[in-house]
Each structure stands twice: as C-alpha cells, then as structure tokens.
C-alpha cells in the first residue's frame, strides 16, 4: 500500500483561491483523459481535511440543493476535524481527530493492498509527510497563477527527500509530476 497525495496546482503552488474555489481547475484538462482513472482505480481507502470535506458537500455533491448528487467515492473515507458533520446517506465517512497515525493504521487495516489517497489539503498531505507515512506526490500543474491562495504542499523540503519519477504531459494546459518521497532524517 502506498500513501498518495494526488492533487492539482496553480503553475504558483496553490491548490485552491483563498476563498476554496477551483474554478481555475475544471477548464484545464478533461479528468477522463488524465491518470485519474487508473489512479482512482488502485485507491482502497481515502484521508481529507474538513475544509476539503465541506468543500465536496457543498460545492461537489450541493447537498440541499435541487441539483445534489452522492457522495462521489465508493470506498472508506476518514475526515480529520475537530467539529461533527453531516455525512451523506449510503457514504462509508468516519470523523476522526488527532494525529493522522490514527486514520493511517485504520485505513491501512481496512485498504489491503490497495493504495491510501490524500485527498485536497496540503496541510493534511504535510501533516503525513511529516510523520514519514507519505509515499508520493503525484500534483497535476495547471498553466495558471492565482498569485496567492491555499498552499498545495505548505512545508520546507530543501534537501533532496523527492525523486521525480515520472512527469506527463495531458494536454497544453497540464502535467503531472510524480514523485516519491525519501522518508530519512
């Protein structure tokens, strides 16, 4: 199993506006035609913050609204927070706290071999890395600047701790980098 951070960012390292939009994303690349799919496909359990879960309610699934849909991921999700949450009909959503080991070794029970996806925050994503259980960075860069935003990855590496692996071109507007993380001292 591996533990991904798999995401999006501004050419200047935001993942979202201050306000939480990814407007600038959807115009960029069709999903389809990137390495979603099979990524998604090799996914056995989900990690995100409660920011990125609101945003999903609110803005992915519109709960309340005539246009809602479902919850979009078929597998077990941990939402790190310290608040309660609605959590969808049907969705496999756990609310947990505390120090992302926990949802690491529930997760790691419960997802097999299959892979264990950081979803959206980079603080959640650094929050791994920085108890040395994040395994690759896979960030699709987008040609657009926000010029300030929410951080995609807001921590210091200055040594060499990531090996890029592999880099793909999807259209004129995005490439995925992919790199995997040293996890030494």
Known sequence: MLTQYYTASTLDGFIATTDHSLDWLFPLADISTTSYPSFYNEVGAIVMGASTYEWILQKGMMIGTPDETEWPYNMPCWVLSHQQHVIPQGADIRITQGDVRNAYNEAFKISGDRNLWIVGGGDIAGQ????????????????????NGIKVFPREILFPRLKLISCEKFSESMVELRYKVSNFE
């Open 128 to 147: 791994f890395f920085d108890a040395g259980l994040l395994d690759e960075l896979i960030i699709q860069i987008g040609s657009v600047t926000l010029g």
